[in-house]
């Protein structure tokens, strides 16, 4: 479920995941980032051999519409037609059935059936359960308006325009990435013949077929739909302003009842030396290069730092080397505007243009996997910035524990039995270091779903015989990482955790992300909202266990040079929660997890319809602890 754009990310890291919020304003599933090795050899037994034209779209179709009986809870074969002239009468529509109706539909446009597209989509933006999928389909709108009046130019562009304008202020732009980036029939093609490599499956044959069959006309129309964005968007600028919400924030720095407590966050790229003052420090442990309080880490000083095949040491916490940074770094804002899909910044401009630039499929490789770098390098600096404001009581200690298949370490595959036995033991030496000294709050802004583990096991063709071994394996892998995790909140029963929704703009419970969609009495998922204090485009959500979001776009904060920079996800409006329940904690020592908690969601300020959750409200939070005896 991810556009071919910086999505070497492994974990979600709650801000990495998908670039584009999955169907919504996402053509179907373009494929992973390109790999580096040689296409494989072309035999006659390739299964996707004979997989194109009209073959493709009935595959697509009908291996859709089988999975989308599956996906809605009593649905009927005969179902869809009576919902497509009556949307009304449709139930309220899961994430997994959007997904394969955004098939449907792109079969059907595919085919030229545009009133059938057309229906489908409208049916999603209808009924889907995920509010946010409202704005779903701008792409698939925008061309089947394109097709129908493919003779009549300004016409098109005024039907273009007419659908982008159904987007209210707050949303429009997302929907702009494709028809920026894609500007050349051989980027597509490129990408169809990566998608090509990988193990045929419904969702890489929906790539292709987009590849193949929707993307080329979008790319030779580009600049009509460049032309009606950019009217638009001057409706939209020469309107007064929405209001922003107001985010009313706390500062303990002259607080007399507070005291000193003990938080980490759980982590990549997090530079120590820029939170010197408020670093834990491990007074059993020696910088020395050996095992000085005998938990079997060496130099664990200021936290635990593990990879895979490797022991502690703060080298790992992730810096992909001053000439990457140098190059690279300045794109900062811009790679991560495009993970969390907010494509229209100027920031995502410039690294759009700076993609666009690079033609050769290997360079391509290369510069996404060097943007991704320069994205882990900051990510938990900004995190531990945010986690740390207006609260110098808090002593912070540093975890990182890579997750094998991560694509830094590794590129498309699945982990091994060992692998996966490692990162449980990494895990597990975490949380012993976490009840040693009595860490009281953790930010882990990060996570991943089963299905992000099967996209990596379908490059791995010569290991599955087909789709349904690879979702096999990924189900046993998936199920392995949500054990441990939930080891971890049952092994800290006196911590709170708070973990980052995601951004894929799904249901977390339905996707089974971990360690979002998990229960445990310790255990705070955090969604965002942005300024407007609206979901943002990208949050992931659920009734019962996102039970509460924090401000999430645009969040200033540092990065490991020392600079300032705002960046958007999940990722920032965890800590956000995180740098509450520091503070709770510090004027209130004796609340437990549960407690915490109680008093962060009971205080939240409901969120307007056509939304769900509630807002974290700190100087509401922290008053109520502080009555509290
Ligand atoms: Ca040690
Ligand atoms: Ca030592």
């Known amino acids: 479920m991810r556009i071919a754009l910086l999505s070497s990310i492994v974990l979600t890291l709650a801000c990495g995941g998908s670039p584009l919020p999955p169907p919504v304003e996402a053509p179907p599933p373009p494929p992973e980032a390109p790999v580096a090795e040689a296409p494989e050899p072309e035999t006659p037994a390739d299964p996707w051999a004979r997989l194109e034209g009209a073959a493709l779209r009935d595959f697509v179709a009908e291996r859709a519409f089988e999975r989308l009986v599956g996906a809605q809870p009593g649905t009927e074969p005969q179902s869809l037609g009576a919902w497509l002239e009556s949307p009304d009468e449709a139930p309220a529509l899961t994430g997994k059935a959007v997904e394969r109706l955004f098939d449907l539909a792109a079969a059907a446009l595919a085919g030229g059936n545009l009133d059938r597209a057309e229906k489908l989509v409208r049916l999603v933006r209808h009924r889907a359960a995920n509010r946010n999928s409202a704005y779903a389909g701008n792409t698939y709108l925008a061309e089947i308006a394109r097709r129908r009046h493919a003779d009549d130019e300004s016409a098109a562009e005024a039907a273009i325009a007419a659908v982008f304008r159904e987007q209210p202020r707050t949303r429009f732009g997302a929907s702009t990435v494709l028809f920026q980036l894609f500007q050349a029939p051989e980027q597509a093609s490129a990408q169809l013949g990566q998608i090509r490599r990988q193990m045929v499956s419904l969702e890489t044959a929906g790539s292709a077929l987009f590849y193949e069959q929707i993307l080329p006309s979008i790319i030779e129309n580009r600049a009509r739909f460049l032309a009606a964005i950019e009217l638009v968007r001057t409706e939209h600028d020469a309107r007064p302003a929405p209001r922003p919400y107001n985010f009313p924030t706390v500062d303990l720095t002259r607080a007399r009842d507070a005291r000193e407590v003990r938080v980490a966050v759980w982590d990549v790229g997090t530079n120590p030396a820029l939170f010197e003052r408020q670093l834990f420090t491990n007074p059993g442990e020696q910088p020395n290069g050996a095992d000085d309080d005998g938990n079997r880490l060496i130099d664990d000083v200021h936290g635990v730092v ?17 000439d990457v940074v140098r190059e690279y770094g300045p794109f900062l804002q811009g790679i991560m505007d495009l993970r969390a899909g907010l494509a229209s910044s100027e920031p995502a401009q410039r690294v759009l243009a700076l993609m666009r630039s690079v033609t050769d499929p290997d360079q391509l490789v290369e510069l996404e996997k060097n943007l ?35 694509s830094r370490i590794y590129h498309h595959r699945g982990p091994t ?108 998922v955090v969604g965002a909202v942005d300024r407007f204090g609206d979901w943002a485009t990208f949050t992931n959500s659920n009734a019962e266990r996102v039970r509460i979001f924090d401000f999430g776009v645009e969040v200033p904060s540092l990065v490991p040079d020392g600079a300032t920079v705002p960046l958007s996800g999940t990722s920032m409006a965890s800590p956000n929660v995180a740098n509450l329940a520091a503070k709770l904690y510090a004027v209130r020592p004796t ?39």
């Open 417 to 524: 039995d060992e692998e996966l036995a490692e990162e449980r033991a990494n895990v597990e030496a975490i949380a012993a270091f976490i009840n040693a000294h009595e860490i009281r709050v953790v930010n882990a802004s990060l996570g991943f779903g089963e299905d992000y583990v099967a996209s990596q096991l379908r490059h791995e063709r010569d290991r599955y015989a087909d789709d349904a071994a690879v979702m096999a394996r990924a189900r046993e892998v998936h199920a392995h990482r949500a054990q441990t995790w939930a080891n971890v909140f049952a092994a800290c029963p006196n911590t709170l955790f708070v973990v980052a929704a995601g951004n894929s703009n799904r249901d977390v419970v339905e996707y089974g992300d971990v360690p979002a969609s998990l229960e445990a009495p310790n255990l705070l």
């Open 372 to 406: 991704d770098a320069v994205g882990e390098w900051a990510h938990g600096t900004h995190v531990a910035g945010i986690m740390l404001a207006g609260v110098p009581q808090a002593r912070m200690a540093i975890f990182r524990s890579a997750w094998a298949g991560e």
């Open 306 to 322: 593990q990879d895979i095949g490797e022991t502690s040491h703060m080298a790992l916490l992730f810096d992909p080397g001053e």
């Open 591 to 629: 609340l437990t997890p549960s407690e915490a908690i109680e008093i962060i969601v009971e205080t939240g300020r409901p969120i307007a319809a056509p939304f769900t959750g509630r807002i974290a409200d700190e100087v509401a939070a922290i008053a109520r602890a502080r009555r509290r005896r």
